[in-house]
């Protein structure tokens, strides 16, 4: 019995850790939070638990001590900031599971413990082994940066949450898009192209350097292919019910009727006779069923 909770429980733990991180975690504004409030807890951090052996760093004041961590800290958080841009740019192109983002944090947290070794071993002249002041390091690093990102996470989980919530209270799909709202979709040149009504829209499917915009024209379904990329609309639509579900494909969840399991893999049955079953690829099925379950 406690091997079969054990096997369910690793089989939880790798699904988790295969799934793509939230979507909140791309967003500037919450880059921005993290950041700055990393930076203060640091701050907080270093001149009150005093690691890195900070008492010894310079005999002066407090005030001055304070002005002296203060620019060691930011200067340390700089490597949170060229991280957090990298992250961005790399994450919004090809996506980052939890396993990936995990690994990700690690790097951060080797990189500014490496920071501090070398400004302790070069500047302070710090004689102990540099393995031991790595190790020190690494570990006041791992409580610099681990304990405000996790009351971080927590805080932009429980917003998304409420916001999730305001949604379903107003009767819109997703942030900021009713129902009967008008979608541009703009070429390469940002010129418009094509207007729908969201609720007329079924999918989008890429055609080499084109995309292919299928929607609902007094009763039948029509095609408008437009000179773009699959992953620009993905992106300008990242708060709406459009979701991209393989390669070449990006559906109406608004439109799903039936999502079919099958040996082959998951496919989407849309609310049209005319409308091929679209199937959902490896990459993005833990977000497409994560969809699924925020709907049920």
């Known amino acids: 019995m406690k091997s079969c909770f054990r096997s369910i429980g690793e089989k939880q733990f790798h699904e988790h850790m295969n799934q793509r991180i939230p979507e909140y975690l791309y967003e500037k504004g919450n880059i921005t939070r993290l950041i700055f409030f990393t930076a203060l807890f640091a701050l907080v951090f270093i001149n009150i638990y005093q690691p890195f052996g900070a008492?010894?760093?310079?005999?002066?004041?407090?005030?001055?001590?304070?002005?002296?961590?203060?620019?060691?800290?930011?200067?340390?958080?700089?490597?949170?900031?060229?991280?957090?841009?990298?992250?961005?740019?790399?994450?919004?192109?090809?996506?980052?599971?939890?396993?990936?983002?995990?690994?990700?944090?690690?790097?951060?947290?080797?990189?500014?413990?490496?920071?501090?070794?070398?400004?302790?071993?070069?500047?302070?002249?710090?004689?102990?082994?540099?393995?031991?002041?790595?190790?020190?390091?690494?570990?006041?690093?791992?409580?610099?940066?681990?304990?405000p990102y996790s009351i971080l996470w927590l805080y932009f989980a429980l917003r998304d949450k409420v916001k999730k919530l305001e949604i379903l209270n107003s009767g819109k799909t997703e942030?900021?898009?009713?129902?009967?709202?008008?979608?541009?979709?703009?070429?390469?040149?940002?010129?418009?192209?094509?207007?729908?009504?969201?609720?007329?829209?079924?999918?989008?499917?890429?055609?080499?350097?084109?995309?292919?915009?299928?929607?609902?024209n007094k009763g039948k379904m029509a095609a408008f292919m437009i000179r773009n990329t699959l992953k620009t609309i993905e992106n300008k639509f990242v708060h709406t019910s459009l979701v991209r579900c393989n390669r070449s494909a990006i559906v109406n969840f608004d439109k799903v009727k039936v999502l079919r399991k099958e040996q082959n893999g998951i496919f989407l049955v849309l609310d049209h006779e005319e409308v091929p079953d679209i199937p959902v690829s490896k990459t993005y099925a833990s977000r497409v069923l994560a969809r699924f379950s925020e709907s049920a």
């Not at 995990?102 to 080797?110: G, K, M, P, S």
Request: proline letters at 2%.
């Open 55 to 147: 008492q010894n760093w310079f005999p002066v004041s407090e005030i001055m001590f304070f002005l002296f961590s203060s620019m060691i800290i930011l200067t340390g958080v700089l490597v949170v900031v060229v991280s957090r841009i990298l992250m961005i740019r790399h994450g919004r192109k090809k996506g980052l599971l939890m396993w990936q983002y995990a690994l990700w944090i690690l790097a951060e947290i080797v990189a500014m413990a490496m920071f501090y070794t070398l400004f302790e071993r070069m500047i302070l002249h710090d004689l102990r082994s540099f393995r031991e002041m790595f190790r020190q390091s690494f570990i006041n690093t791992s409580l610099v940066l681990l304990l």
């Open 175 to 216: 942030p900021g898009i009713p129902l009967n709202q008008m979608l541009n979709f703009t070429d390469e040149k940002k010129e418009l192209r094509l207007s729908v009504r969201h609720d007329q829209v079924f999918w989008i499917e890429s055609a080499d350097n084109y995309i292919r915009v299928f929607y609902l």
